[in-house]
């Protein structure tokens, strides 16, 4: 495959997705372009050629690819792009994301050639997987990322879209959120970073400290780049998520890859 375009898209509100997207990109060109779908607002339809490749990147949540991520995947369209699947979850298990991001790009015309399912610091209860993809984690990023430039080229323009196995399974397991609720303390100075860059725009353009808990799907960026530090979630029911995912989430899961 003569590839000519490399670009790097990823819905990413804690910023691990986006450095797993752009650790890959990194290995298959010095100039690959980025598209963020993370932030609110209207966006145009994007056309990929079959000359190009994309490395595309969703967090997990609940074994599932987060349905907001799967709407704004609705605007890329392929003509038989290669298409690279990441998915980051928070050390627990990805389940059917991966099968369900294959699903989802098949049928916006891409062609899936290569896969992966990298462990990151889980996005509400940090101290699970902290600081990951950490030091191993990237080294083998990047390994992934050579291999695949490798693999670009022995692939012929005519290989069959479903050669690319996944693991996942149909009917995909239900995902109804979790019932865990964002509040902002007396801290907050309204400087309208967390309006601004809410993906769901469930946070009040009058009152930041309103946060819309129907809308909103605990992605946790407004936490994230609060600069005084004023939105978190209740200590205690925070405390409670933390002893409760310690049992699942113990052991270190390792990245793993998938490839034509």
């Keep these: 495959?003569?590839?000519?375009?490399?670009?790097?898209?990823?819905?990413?509100?804690?910023?691990?997705?986006?450095?797993?997207?752009?650790?890959?990109?990194?290995?298959l060109s010095s100039q690959q372009s980025l598209l963020d779908l993370t932030g609110p607002g209207k966006r145009p339809d994007?056309?990929?050629?079959?000359?190009?490749?994309?490395?595309?990147g969703v967090p997990v949540y609940g074994g599932r690819v987060p349905a907001v991520a799967a709407e704004r995947l609705k605007k890329l369209h392929?003509?038989?792009t290669a298409a690279v699947l990441v998915v980051?979850?928070?050390?627990?298990?990805y389940e059917d994301a991966l099968l369900e991001l294959k699903l989802i790009l098949?049928?916006?015309?891409?062609?899936?050639?290569?896969?992966?399912?990298?462990?990151?610091?889980?996005?509400?209860?940090?101290?699970?997987?902290?600081?990951?993809?950490?030091?191993?984690?990237?080294k083998k990023l990047k390994q992934f990322g050579r291999e695949l430039g490798?693999?670009?080229?022995?692939?012929?323009?005519?290989?069959?879209?479903?050669?690319?196995?996944?693991?996942?399974?149909?009917?995909?397991?239900?995902?109804?959120g979790v019932p865990l609720k964002i509040k902002a303390g007396s801290s907050c100075k309204a400087c309208g970073l967390c309006v601004r860059n809410c993906p769901?725009?469930?946070?009040?353009?009058?009152?930041?400290?309103?946060?819309?808990?129907?809308r909103c799907i605990l992605c946790m960026r407004c936490v994230r780049q609060c600069p005084s530090g004023?939105?978190?979630?209740?200590?205690?029911?925070?405390?409670a998520v933390r002893q409760k995912l310690k049992k699942v989430c113990a052991e270190r899961k390792e990245a793993e890859f998938f490839m034509v």
Excluded: C
Aim: net charge positive; charged share 25%.
């Design 200 to 214: 769901m725009q469930a946070i009040s353009r009058t009152d930041p400290r309103i946060t819309d808990s129907e």
């Design 88 to 93: 980051t979850y928070g050390n627990r298990a």
């Design 78 to 80: 392929g003509r038989k």
């Design 230 to 239: 004023a939105r978190r979630i209740n200590p205690v029911v925070l405390m």
């Design 150 to 176: 490798r693999r670009f080229w022995e692939l012929e323009s005519n290989y069959r879209i479903g050669d690319l196995k996944t693991p996942g399974s149909r009917p995909f397991r239900k995902y109804h």
């Design 1 to 27: 495959m003569n590839i000519k375009q490399i670009t790097g898209v990823y819905f990413s509100p804690t910023g691990n997705t986006k450095t797993a997207v752009e650790l890959i990109a990194a290995q």
């Design 106 to 138: 098949v049928r916006q015309g891409f062609r899936p050639v290569a896969a992966a399912a990298v462990p990151a610091e889980h996005n509400i209860v940090r101290s699970i997987a902290q600081g990951r993809p950490d030091k191993q984690d990237r």
């Design 46 to 56: 994007y056309h990929f050629l079959e000359n190009e490749a994309v490395i595309i």
